[in-house]
């Protein structure tokens, strides 16, 4: 028969331990927010440079370097292989210094504009959102940048299924990917360089394409050939090529007004502005989440976002600025969510 010194003894040990469980949780989750805020997509925040301008630093060396002229590009770069072959430019894997770089060569004459614009957007907007720029030699047409292995973020499913990575692929670095992308494009609308629209955008898997998934599963734009600029003082918008563009990826705004009766031109067919990025947002975060535990609640989470960004009405859908607040503020909610059911799991 327990006796009741015992009983009052054991409720304050009950109490106690009650509170530090609650202690524990209180403190894991106070960890997590630091987490969260010090390598989370918030760190996408500061875009403060890490080197002087006409400077470059590699993970491998830390220390800023000179952009490598004609001389040492030609001397201390030596392509490997053969990696990637466009329209515009050929892409050697190569190697300086024992580091693996991206040698990328003018495939024809052709495409000399679209190569220089390239060149041209690459030196005016580096930052940690535009893949590293380490040399160039403009008599010889080639640029040489920092190197990813992983290849273009058309390859996220492939690279989640490779055994270092099989652990990651969860709805939060799904989401986080997608949240750097928005960021990427909040970037571009609001650049040094001014408003750029990215226009190698015609479709899901080009538009994946210009975007390189680095070693640590951060994002960066690497195909900067096609960003026109969006003059809002003369009010002049852009126009993505001048060929007739098709399919519901592009947005409404980019399709031929006219009807199938009336020839193309590229003379009577309207401009347009970045609004044409947000619309291709929902389809890209939806590719990105893919179909892993919790993804649809973050598509929940996202609908009404998505839903202003396929207005058809391009004055009716969001700043890239707004579209980035909201899948900030859902991202914070779903983690304090996860956070708060792990606590009370643990009660």
């Known amino acids: 028969m327990a006796k009741a010194g015992d009983t009052g003894r054991t409720i304050p040990v009950v109490l106690l331990c009650l509170g530090a469980l609650l202690c524990g949780n209180l403190i894991l989750y106070l960890y997590v927010e630091t987490l969260y805020k010090s390598s989370g997509p918030l760190e996408y925040l500061d875009d403060e440079p890490v080197c002087p301008r006409a400077h470059f630093s590699l993970k491998a060396t830390r220390n800023c370097t000179p952009w490598l002229s004609c001389e040492a590009v030609r001397r201390e770069v030596r392509p490997l292989r053969l990696t990637g072959q466009g329209a515009v430019k050929q892409v050697f894997l190569s190697e300086w210094k024992g580091n693996k770089v991206a040698l990328s060569r003018l495939s024809s004459e052709e495409f000399l504009d679209d190569f220089l614009h390239g060149l041209d957007m690459l030196k005016s907007l580096q930052s940690k959102y535009v ?20 290849g273009s973020l058309a390859n996220i499913n492939v690279v989640f299924s490779f055994e270092k990575y099989k652990n990651l692929n969860t709805w939060h670095n799904r989401f986080r990917l997608a949240m750097e992308y928005v960021f990427i494009i909040n970037f571009l609308h609001n650049s040094p360089a001014g408003t750029r629209v990215m226009c190698d955008s015609s479709d899901l898997n080009k538009t994946l394409s210009q975007y390189l998934l680095t070693n640590d599963l951060h994002l960066v734009a690497n195909d900067l050939d096609a960003l026109p600029l969006v003059d809002k003082n003369a009010n002049d918008g852009v126009k993505c090529g001048h060929r007739e563009l098709f399919g519901n990826f592009v947005a409404p705004e980019q399709l031929w007004p006219y009807g199938q009766d009336v020839q193309f031109t590229d003379k009577r067919m309207p401009s347009y502005d970045e609004k044409t990025d947000i619309w291709k947002i929902p389809d890209v975060t939806d590719f990105l989440l893919g179909q892993v535990e919790g993804s649809d609640v973050v598509r929940f989470h996202l609908f009404d976002t998505h839903k202003s960004c396929k207005q058809q009405d391009p004055t009716a859908r969001p700043s890239s600025r707004t579209v980035l607040e909201a899948y900030k503020s859902a991202y914070v909610t779903l983690i304090k969510g996860n956070m708060a059911h792990a606590a009370r799991d643990m009660l």
């Not at 893949?131 to 292995?149: F, Q």
Request: aromatic fraction near 4%; include cysteine.
């Open 131 to 150: 893949v590293t720029l380490i040399g160039l030699c403009m008599e010889d047409h080639t640029i040489v940048t920092e190197y990813h292995p992983l």
